[in-house]
C-alpha cells in the first residue's frame, strides 16, 4: 500500500477565485507604470516579461513572472520570450535568496484549470520562497494565513535589491 495523500490546503485562495472579476486581465498593460492600483507590485520589468508579486501569497515574497503578451499556452511563446522568463526567474530567485534568505524556492507554471491555474488565458511562472517550517496551524483552524509583511513594503525591498543578470 502507498503513502497515504495529504491534502494541500490554500483556504486564502478561495477570495480570489470567488472574486467578480470584470473581464479584464489584471497581467496585461503592464509595459510601464500605469494607474492600475495594484502597480507597485510590479518589481521588475524586462523587454519581454515582467515580475510581479501575487496578491494572493503562499508565502511572503511570492512572485510571478508573465509575459506582457497575453499568451495561456507555453507553447505559444517566442523562444525569445521563454528565454527572457528563464532569465528573469534566475535573477527573481538570486534576489529572493539575497533579499530573504529562504531555504528553498518552489518555482513552476499551472497550465489550465485542472492544474490550478487561477487565471489559464495569461501564462505566469511562481517562484514561491520557502523556508523549513513554513507551514502553520492558521489556514486550517482560522482561514488564515500568516503573511508577516504587507505586500507594498515587500514590493519595494525587492524592487530596490532586483538585478538582471
Not at 499568451?71 to 505559444?76: K, Q, T, V
Not at 531555504?103 to 497550465?111: A, E, Q, V, Y
Request: contains cysteine; charged residues 25%.
Amino acid at each position: 500500500m502507498g503513502k497515504k495523500l495529504k491534502p494541500l490546503w490554500a483556504p486564502w485562495r478561495i477570495e480570489y477565485i470567488l472574486s467578480p472579476k470584470n473581464g479584464e486581465c489584471f497581467l496585461c498593460n503592464r509595459e510601464k507604470d500605469n494607474d492600475k492600483p495594484d502597480d507597485f507590485m510590479v518589481i521588475a520589468r524586462g523587454k519581454k516579461v515582467f515580475v510581479i508579486l501575487n496578491a494572493y501569497p503562499y508565502n511572503s515574497g511570492h512572485l510571478m513572472i508573465t509575459p506582457y503578451e497575453h499568451i495561456g499556452d507555453i507553447s505559444s511563446l517566442s523562444k525569445e520570450t521563454l528565454h527572457e522568463m528563464m532569465e528573469v526567474c534566475t535573477a527573481a530567485k538570486n534576489t529572493l535568496n539575497n533579499t530573504m534568505n529562504p531555504d528553498g524556492f518552489n518555482i513552476g507554471f499551472n497550465l489550465g484549470t485542472a492544474a490550478g491555474a487561477g487565471l489559464k488565458e495569461h501564462i505566469h511562472m511562481h517562484i514561491v520562497p520557502r523556508w523549513i517550517g513554513d507551514t502553520n496551524f492558521m489556514p486550517v483552524i482560522d482561514n488564515t494565513r500568516v503573511i508577516p509583511q504587507a505586500l507594498r513594503d515587500t514590493a519595494d525591498i525587492l524592487r530596490k535589491k532586483f538585478v538582471f543578470i
